[in-house]
Each structure stands twice: as structure tokens, then as C-alpha cells.
């Protein structure tokens, strides 16, 4: 075992060297090394990639086609991100909001050929918005001039006193010679966003304005846009961003990118890893880099990447292809709601029926099999993601279709006769599935239900709080079916060495997850301690989790080492830690998992399983006829495995704000397969041992 685990140690720090496990996304294409140029940041707040036509919107369109093209994720800190706050963002270049419902930016007020926003050092003095002001304070420290056209662009280009150097309210007022003389402009296009807001508030509705409504609006943007792109020096880098959501739904928004080789290539960021998607703070990078200006350690956006050529016959198929990923991510969002809620439903549904039913000794191998296919349902929001859909028949059809062969697959093969058989086929579905989708990108997490949506903004790439459930549930009941066939050493090593792999995995570059590996460690160590004898304790599952936030901070730093325009999240986190900001980020998630205590959809799982976990080992002949107690008699491997599963997930639901999340997944996969392998092992040994749950419920955890 020893040798075992020094190989696997050599191949891990390979991996992580060798193949930029710890590195973050990949560099940006753009420098500040480059000479400086001239940039007009146009911002249309509510523009989404359908908008654009040739007809209602030709200057827009003429731009769109000139540029490199990607979808914009405007979430900032609520759900949906109003003007103000849109504009507050590309401000301070990082997510940021003005602390309370808004609408509109406030109107500047004119002070000799610039202007000054009234109760600006509110944003920093009370709302804690204490990067406000990054952007223009940056510009005039490089002396770089700037002219901002309407509030919102007022509000980008401010100083740390809310003052800006050059001010209009509209674009008729600039000439190509006030242009020639500054750098930047930016341009607060407010026509499409106006007419949505209801007493300087976004609505709480999706869409309230009627189709002839919107397209009347788009004009009128067009015509502004247009005005200004008329009148720019030659050779100007235009950037076009929907700033902001329109409605209480968030939606992917514009990003297009004109400067010589844009034309014809997706516009992405390393920020997301994703050759088509930016986010907010990406502008502010974006536009401190074209014009040479050093970027602050503050901003957490990354200059914008032109990618390669598209492989495409029309350039509006690609606006076509943006629209649509916008499509998807509503079609997901529509129905995520109702899937969990279904799935809530179908979970304690089959604890009362399995409850009834083993009591009476009847139909144990139609219990078996309603076992395996439930705890194969998870997995099959991933792979639907390998077919193509864009309708919700298309998802859950696909999803029915993978459903089906898994559970075929589990309950058919030649393994079906092993009581451990099911377990390790869903179960190494799903590990292999997500490890899969890691080391290749993790573009099955993207738009599932299980994992994470661009539109809603809390992550891009990498490992999510709801993934890492169930790759962590997965290694340690795959590890623990091996150590089942190779007890002894052979075991121990699998449990230890894939468990590290799986970690190493989630808490590297690739996977970017900070709460899962504190609690995947102590997982795999109580996994393998109660394997080999041992007694586990307080003292040394507390020492198993402070090893585990040693090691993820070690993925962090190193990372924090790397440029920052190549860091995640992970190296951010320390650069929090080292100015202070950190405490907020903890807060704020900490409250988000207390929200998750509450969840309709989540808690229920979590109680039902629970309930009848400790029900069916504390009376076992009342609960199960003995079955959750005849597959630990069958595997004791299975009970270890069980309860680092649980150890995990309640360790991962304390320090990941998905919070029950976390649990409730970890439980939906465990437990019905601990049932089915149950059940199989009485149909070799029908009789029970006598006292087995007695004996069980003394255990020391």
C-alpha cells in the first residue's frame, strides 16, 4: 500500500505540474503591453442577441458583423441586475451593487465641461461599494482623458469623488475632434431599458413591454448608437455590451468586440473558460487594457479573448447560435424549478412505499429495482448534455433515454446477481461521468440541472456544489465495492488513492471547488479509518476538515501566484484574505446556505432519507425487514463507504453555500443503492442475523 500510494502521489504532482491542474484559465490574448489605443465602450442595457435585425437595427447590426461576437453574464449580486448597477460594475471591476432595489443611475449634475454624481461617496461610505470608482481613477492616474455620454457611462468613468472630466447627455454634442482628444468614451444607450422601469424600478414581471413596444425602443437605441459610431477616429476599438437584465428573469445579454481581426470569431474571457461568454468585470478589463492602462489587482475581470475563426457559413448564424444559448439557458431555468420539485416528490414518495412494502416482505425485487433507477436519475441531467437539445420535450426526452439505459445497464448485465452489482454500476456511472466532464472541460455541468447556468452567474467552469455531491458519493462507493473484492491493503489504496484523485480533481484548476475538498477529505479518511479498524472521533474528523481547508488554501495560493488575469476564483480568495474583503465573501455565502435550510424541494429529501436511514439500522426488522442491515453484514466495506458518504455531505453542506444541496444529493445517490444492495443480498441469505441493527446503532461515529 505504501508503494501504492508513493506512485500515486508522483502521478498527481505530474498531473498538477505537467498537465495545469493548478493553473488557472488560460491567458488572455490581449496584454497591457500593447500600445495604446482609442476605445468607445457602448453600453445597451436589455440588448439580447435576438434584437439585432438589419432592419430595426442596422447600425447595431453593421457593428455586430464587423466584431468578434460572445453572450454577456451581467449578474452582479441579486438575481437580476438593474442599470445602475450594471454600470456600477464595469465602475469598480468587480461585482457590485448599490445596496437596495434599483433602477436607473442617478443624473449627474453639470460642473464646467464635466460633471459630478450627486451622493456619490454614499456607494463607498455606507453601501460598501468600496471599489467605485476603479476605472476613472485609473484612467486619470495613467493621465489618460475620458468623455462619458449619458448617467450610466457618468457613472463608469467617475473618480473616487463621483467626477467626470468630459460630460454630454447625448452624442449630438460630441464631435470627431472632442473624440481625437480623449481615448475613452463610453455611452449610456438608455432608449430599450427606459420604457421597462416602473417608478425608476425594474418590474418584477419578465417582460412587460409588447413586441412592437420593444422593437420602437431598439430603434430609437439604434439611432443613438448609430450618432456616436458616426462621428469616432478612425481606428477606434468598439466594444458593445448589454449591460443589464429588463425584467425579473436574467437573460445572457450582447457582447461584440470590433478591431482589426474581431470579424468573424466568438468573443469569450478566461474568466469563464468559455470561448463565447464574458462577464461584467470583463469589461473593465477590457477597456484598461486596449488603452494600455495597468489593470488593478481589485478587478476581477480578465481582458475579452478573440477567438479562432468560426466555421460557419453566415455571420448571422452565429448571432443565431448566441441566441439560442440564451434560449437554453431559459429552457433549463424554466423547468428547474418543477424537476426538483419532482424529484423532492419521487424521493420521500419511495421511502414511504419502500417503508410499507419491506415491512410486509413483498415485492423486494420490484423495490430493488425502483432503488437503482432513482439513484440513477441525477447522472442523467449531465449526459443529456452530449445529445443535442433546445426544447424541454428535447431535454427530458433525452434524459428519459439515458435514464433508461443506465437503469437497463444496472439491472440486466450479468452483475445484477451481485448485491453490490447496481451499486457499482450507477455509482461509477456517475464518478466516471463527472470526472469525464471535468477533464474535459466541464461542458456537461453547463445548463444542466444539477449544475450551474451561465445566466445566473455563480459559476462558469469547473466543479459545482451539487456535482461535487455526487462525484464524492460516487468514489467512495465505487473505492468501497473494491475494497469489498480486495480487502486489506488493496482496498485501502483504492479508497485513498482514487478518493485523492477525485479531490485533486474538484480543488485544482480544473474543478476550481473550494468547500469540496474540505469535505471530500475527511470523507475519504473516515472512509478508510473505519476500513482498517480504527476508531474515528471528534478530535480527528475535526483535524480530517482542518486538513482539508490546508489543502484547498494550497490550491488556492498557488494559484493566487499565477497572473492575475490567469487566476480563478481559488487565487482571488487569498488576495480577499490578504486586503480583508474576504469576511464578506464568507458572509454572504454562509447566509445563502442558511437559505438552503428552508428549501421546499431540498429539505425534504434530506429528512427522508435520513429518517429512514437511522430508522431502519435502529429497528430494523420494524423498518427495512432487515435489509440496510444485511447489506452492511453482506460488506462492511458498504457501511464504511456509507458513512464517509454521510460525512462528506455534511461537512460539504456547511461550507458550501448550496448548503443542503450538498446533503440532499450526496443521500439521493447513497441510499436507495444502500437499499438495493440490501435487498439483493437477502435474496442470497434470506435470514437475517439476529441482532445485527442492535449491534449497528452502538457504533461509534
Not at 218 to 231: C, E, P, Q
Not at 567 to 584: C, I, K, N, P, S
Not at 621 to 626: I, M, P, T
Not at 632 to 659: C, K, W
Request: aromatic share 6%.
Amino acid at each position: 500500500m505504501r508503494r501504492a500510494l508513493i506512485v500515486l502521489a508522483v502521478l498527481v504532482g505530474q498531473m498538477m505540474l505537467g498537465q495545469g491542474l493548478l493553473a488557472g484559465p488560460a491567458g488572455a490574448d490581449r496584454g497591457v503591453d500593447q500600445a495604446p489605443g482609442r476605445v468607445a465602450l457602448i453600453g445597451v442595457p436589455g440588448l439580447h442577441w435576438n434584437d439585432l435585425t438589419p432592419s430595426d437595427t442596422p447600425n447595431l447590426w453593421e457593428l455586430a458583423e464587423a466584431s468578434a461576437v460572445g453572450s454577456l453574464s451581467v449578474r452582479t449580486v441579486g438575481n437580476v441586475t438593474c442599470p445602475y448597477d450594471g454600470w456600477l460594475t464595469v465602475s469598480a471591476g468587480t461585482r457590485s451593487a448599490v445596496g437596495y432595489g434599483c433602477g436607473a443611475p442617478p443624473r449627474p449634475e453639470a460642473a464646467g465641461t464635466g460633471a459630478v454624481i450627486p451622493d456619490y461617496r454614499y456607494l463607498i461610505d455606507v453601501a460598501g461599494q468600496r471599489n467605485a470608482g476603479t476605472l476613472g481613477e485609473s484612467l486619470k492616474a495613467a493621465g489618460r482623458c475620458s468623455i462619458a455620454i449619458g448617467p450610466g457611462a457618468a457613472l463608469a468613468l467617475a473618480d473616487r469623488q463621483g467626477a467626470v472630466a468630459g460630460y454630454h447627455a447625448s452624442p449630438l454634442q460630441v464631435t470627431t475632434a472632442d473624440l481625437e482628444k480623449c481615448p475613452m468614451v463610453a455611452m449610456d444607450v438608455d432608449d430599450l431599458v427606459l420604457p421597462y422601469l416602473t417608478g425608476d424600478r425594474l418590474p418584477k414581471v419578465p417582460d412587460q413591454l409588447a413586441p412592437a413596444e420593444r422593437r420602437d425602443a431598439l430603434r430609437l437605441a439604434d439611432a443613438k448608437a448609430g450618432a456616436l459610431l458616426s462621428v469616432l477616429p478612425a481606428g477606434t476599438t468598439v466594444l458593445l455590451a448589454g449591460l443589464s437584465d429588463h425584467g425579473s428573469v436574467p437573460h445572457l445579454r450582447v457582447a461584440a468586440l470590433r478591431e482589426p481581426g474581431a470579424e468573424g470569431r466568438l468573443l469569450g474571457a478566461a474568466s469563464t473558460r468559455r470561448e463565447d461568454i464574458s462577464i461584467l468585470p470583463d469589461v473593465t478589463s477590457t477597456v484598461l487594457t486596449e488603452l494600455g492602462v495597468p489593470v488593478p489587482s481589485t478587478v476581477v475581470g480578465v481582458p475579452m479573448r478573440i477567438g479562432e475563426p468560426l466555421r460557419v457559413g453566415e455571420q448571422g448564424a452565429t448571432f443565431e447560435r448566441l441566441a439560442r444559448a440564451d434560449a437554453t439557458a431559459q429552457t433549463m431555468r424554466s423547468a428547474k424549478g418543477p424537476y426538483f420539485t419532482a424529484l423532492a416528490v419521487l424521493q420521500v414518495g419511495f421511502y414511504v412505499a419502500a417503508f410499507l412494502l419491506l415491512r410486509r416482505r413483498k415485492t423486494l425485487s420490484w423495490v430493488r429495482g425502483a432503488a437503482v433507477a432513482l439513484a440513477a436519475l441525477p447522472v442523467t441531467s449531465f449526459l443529456v448534455n452530449l445529445l443535442p437539445w433546445s426544447t424541454h420535450l428535447e431535454l427530458f426526452g433525452g434524459m428519459l433515454a439515458w435514464w433508461a439505459a443506465i437503469t437497463t445497464l444496472a439491472l440486466a448485465g450479468p452483475w445484477r446477481r451481485r448485491p453490490l452489482g447496481p451499486l457499482a454500476v450507477v455509482a461509477g456511472v456517475t464518478a466516471l461521468t463527472l470526472a469525464g466532464d471535468l477533464l474535459t472541460g466541464t461542458t456537461l455541468q453547463l445548463n444542466s440541472f444539477m449544475g450551474y447556468s451561465a445566466e445566473q452567474g455563480a459559476r462558469y467552469f469547473g466543479l459545482g456544489n451539487i456535482p461535487f455531491a455526487l462525484l464524492a458519493t460516487g468514489t467512495l462507493l465505487v473505492t468501497t465495492v473494491i475494497a469489498h473484492r480486495w480487502p486489506g491493503k488493496v482496498g485501502l489504496a483504492a479508497i485513498v488513492g482514487l478518493g485523492t484523485f477525485a479531490m485533486v480533481l474538484g480543488g485544482s484548476g480544473m474543478g476550481s471547488d473550494f468547500g469540496g475538498v474540505i469535505a471530500f477529505v475527511p470523507g475519504i479518511a473516515v472512509t478508510a479509518l473505519i476500513l482498517s479498524g480504527k476508531r474515528v472521533s471528534l478530535l480527528k474528523l475535526g483535524a480530517f476538515c482542518v486538513a482539508g481547508g490546508v489543502i484547498v488554501m494550497g490550491f488556492a495560493w498557488l494559484n493566487y501566484l499565477r497572473p492575475p488575469a490567469e487566476q480563478t476564483h481559488l487565487g482571488r480568495f487569498v488576495g480577499q484574505v490578504l486586503t480583508g474583503e474576504a469576511f464578506d465573501v464568507i458572509w454572504r455565502k454562509l447566509q445563502a446556505m442558511l437559505g438552503t435550510l428552508l428549501n421546499p424541494n431540498l429539505m425534504p429529501i434530506v429528512i427522508a432519507a435520513v429518517a429512514f436511514l437511522v430508522y431502519a439500522i435502529l429497528r430494523p426488522e420494524q423498518a427495512s425487514a432487515g435489509v440496510v442491515p444485511a447489506a452492511f453484514e453482506h460488506s462492511p466495506a458498504l457501511r464504511a463507504g456509507l458513512i464517509g458518504t454521510l460525512v462528506s455531505g455534511v461537512v460539504g453542506m456547511l461550507v458550501n453555500d448550496s448548503g443542503a444541496a450538498v446533503l440532499s444529493m450526496a443521500l439521493a445517490l447513497a441510499v436507495p443503492l444502500l437499499l438495493a444492495t440490501g435487498i439483493g443480498a437477502m435474496s442470497r441469505a434470506p435470514e437475517s442475523v439476529p441482532g445485527v441493527g442492535e449491534k449497528l446503532a452502538g457504533v461509534t461515529k
